[in-house]
């Protein structure tokens, strides 16, 4: 993979070689930057670092986990497959409010029990309210282009998660909780590369 180290204005586009399916699941997450006019500096370097790659996104870009919520006690068992079908990360009741903090271009991975991930997406929209104001007590949302979803069997257990652990992820107190700092980036394209089906 390869570009100058200068920085790239926001017209011009990024040429990729693209190597494998880990570049080009990192190639459409850079088509999207580029799309919301993110400035990108990217430097030539064999051992690509993904954690620099995501650190250099002109705004500040973090990475979110996003519990589904799914057990029966919290009022939405199946929301995460709302959440899929609909293009959204959720947060319902008394955590709604949690998914507030999530700003476009910031980057989700929604996280279901037993430390499975089933989707990574690239937010494309933060929560702006709804029409009636008694929905704003259910349920807040950011909307979400997902670059990569699990797949289901007929009884909607997931077949191909991801393992929160192999990307290095150990705190998951909360329904929405910043792991920025936490994931091994490089591990989780490989991770989403080795389980995506076409």
Same mark, same amino acid.
């Given at each position: 993979?390869?570009?100058n180290?200068?920085?790239?204005? #926001? &017209?011009?586009?990024?040429?990729i &070689?693209?190597k494998?399916? /880990?570049?080009?699941?990192?190639?459409? *997450?850079?088509? $999207?930057?580029?799309?919301?006019?993110? =400035?990108l500096?990217?430097?030539?370097?064999k051992? $690509?670092?993904?954690?620099?790659f995501?650190?250099?996104?002109?705004?500040?870009?973090?990475?979110?986990?996003?519990? &589904?919520? &799914?057990?029966?006690?919290?009022?939405?068992?199946?929301?995460?497959?709302?959440?899929?079908?609909?293009?959204?990360?959720?947060? $319902? *009741?008394?955590r709604?409010?949690? +998914?507030?903090?999530?700003r476009?271009?910031?980057l /989700?991975?929604? *996280?279901?029990?037993d430390?499975?991930?089933?989707?990574?997406?690239? +937010?494309?929209?933060?929560?702006?309210?709804?029409?009636?104001?008694?929905?704003?007590?259910?349920?807040?949302?950011?909307? +979400?282009?997902?670059?990569w979803?699990?797949?289901?069997?007929?009884? %909607?257990?997931?077949?191909?998660?991801i393992? =929160?652990?192999k990307?290095?992820?150990?705190? +998951?107190?909360?329904?929405?909780v910043?792991?920025?700092?936490? /994931? #091994?980036?490089?591990?989780? %394209?490989e991770?989403?590369?080795?389980?995506?089906? %076409?």
């Open positions: 993979m390869t570009k180290s200068e920085e790239i204005p #926001d &017209t011009e586009l990024i040429e &070689t693209v494998n399916s /880990v570049y080009k699941i990192l190639n459409l *997450y850079l088509n $999207y930057l580029l799309k919301m006019k993110i =400035r500096q990217i430097r030539a370097n051992q $690509y670092n993904f954690y620099s995501i650190n250099k996104s002109r705004n500040g870009m973090k990475t979110w986990l996003v519990n &589904t919520n &799914t057990k029966g006690e919290n009022g939405n068992p199946n929301g995460f497959k709302y959440m899929l079908r609909q293009n959204k990360a959720s947060a $319902y *009741y008394d709604a409010s949690e +998914v507030d903090k999530i476009k271009s910031d /989700v991975l929604l *996280y279901h029990n430390n499975r991930v089933i989707a990574v997406g690239a +937010v494309v929209n933060h929560y702006e309210g709804h029409d009636y104001k008694v929905l704003n007590e259910v349920e807040h949302w950011v909307d +979400v282009n997902w670059l979803k699990a797949s289901f069997d007929d009884d %909607f257990k997931q077949t191909n998660y393992n =929160r652990n990307l290095g992820i150990t705190m +998951v107190n909360g329904t929405v910043n792991v920025t700092d936490q /994931v #091994d980036y490089k591990a989780l %394209f991770e989403i590369a080795m389980k995506q089906q %076409f």
